[in-house]
Each structure stands twice: as C-alpha cells, then as structure tokens.
C-alpha cells in the first residue's frame, strides 16, 4: 500500500478490529483518513466487515478460539500479525472480544474503542438496548481509550443522542449509528494530526 505523506512525514499503520456488520469500519474508510490501514482483525468468520474489508482490498486476520484456545495464546497470534505489519495502533470498530494484557502491554493508549452510549452509562455490549429500556431522555456515543476494565477507559469525545417518547428501539439504533459514523471520523482525523495515533 502506498505511503503518502502527512504533518508527520508518514501515516500510521492502523489495524481495526470488528466483529460484526462493520459500518463503523465502512465509515473510516470512506472518511479516506491520512492512515494505512493494512488489516482487519475478526474473531467471526461469518462477519460481514470481512466483504466489506475485501471491497477496499484490506487483509483479514480472522482469530482462532474454540476448544483448546486460550485468549492469550490468541492474542499472541494477533500479536504476531500486527507486528509484521508494523502497526502502530488499534481501532475498535464493533470488537465483541475483550482487549486483554498481551495487546494492552503493546498498545498503551494506542487502543481506540466506539461505545454505543453516553459512559459511563449503559457499559458492556447492549448500551443501546439499556438506554432505551432505561426510559432515560438522551443517550449517544462515546469514543474512549481502551484499558483493562470494559468501557473503563479515557474517554476521548461524546455525542449525544436524543431518545423520543415514541422511539422504538430500531429508530433509537438508527439515531445512534449515525452518530457513531459522523464522530467516530472526526474524532480519529483528531487523534492522528495530533500525532495521537
């Protein structure tokens, strides 16, 4: 993949991880942010992020698990993809896995995570589905560095998301993924031309 150049002389070597649709993954494709994104990691084979990965000609690394596998090991073997790679940063884009000390160790503060509400709200993977249940009046999106804990980690930038009496989930999902795909560029383009990542 070409290297052009930006503030720094040359873009970072990104790998994003998701583990599902991959809108979030399309999003920061087509922001055509100055980044190399040289991989896509999943631990699901069935994965549409993958056709999408495929449509921009970016390598999958799909992660084993199963019987016998523990999440070092499979860590471990992430970590050797992304080290011959040279990749200099993570972003989560819908990683159902959570991040554990082999690639935290590698990646301090080099790990970006989208969380679908307001943290620390509604942590752990239905923060949608919680705000709405919750009957609270806003929710929205968070982008935050990844650390041990789930959903723990700084938060970077926020963006709120109105919940209407009559909302039904699929309408406050709608609102919220729109969010997602408007801050989640942005605030990526931040973090690289402040030498973040």
Do not use: W
Request: hydrophobic fraction near 40%.
């Amino acid at each position: 993949m070409e290297k052009r150049s930006n503030l720094n002389n040359t873009k970072p070597n990104i790998a994003i991880f998701a583990s599902g649709n991959g809108t979030n993954f399309e999003s920061l494709m087509q922001a055509d942010l100055p980044m190399n994104v040289l991989l896509v990691v999943s631990d699901n084979p069935d994965a549409y992020v993958i056709k999408r990965a495929e449509k921009y000609h970016v390598p999958v690394f799909i992660t084993k698990s199963g019987k016998g596998i523990t999440k070092i090991d499979r860590e471990k073997l992430i970590l050797h993809k992304l080290n011959e790679l040279n990749i200099s940063a993570i972003i989560l884009a819908g990683y159902m896995k959570i991040i554990g000390e082999t690639l935290l160790d590698k990646f301090p503060q080099k790990i970006i995570n989208i969380h679908p509400a307001l943290l620390p709200q509604f942590q752990g993977k239905q923060g949608i589905l919680d705000a709405y249940n919750a009957k609270v009046d806003k929710t929205g999106v968070t982008i935050h560095f990844v650390d041990a804990g789930i959903d723990t980690g700084e938060i970077i930038a926020q963006a709120e998301v109105k919940i209407y009496p009559d909302d039904t989930l699929d309408d406050l999902e709608t609102r919220v993924h729109e969010a997602e795909h408007q801050l989640y560029p942005k605030t990526i383009l931040n973090l690289l031309q402040r030498g973040v990542l």
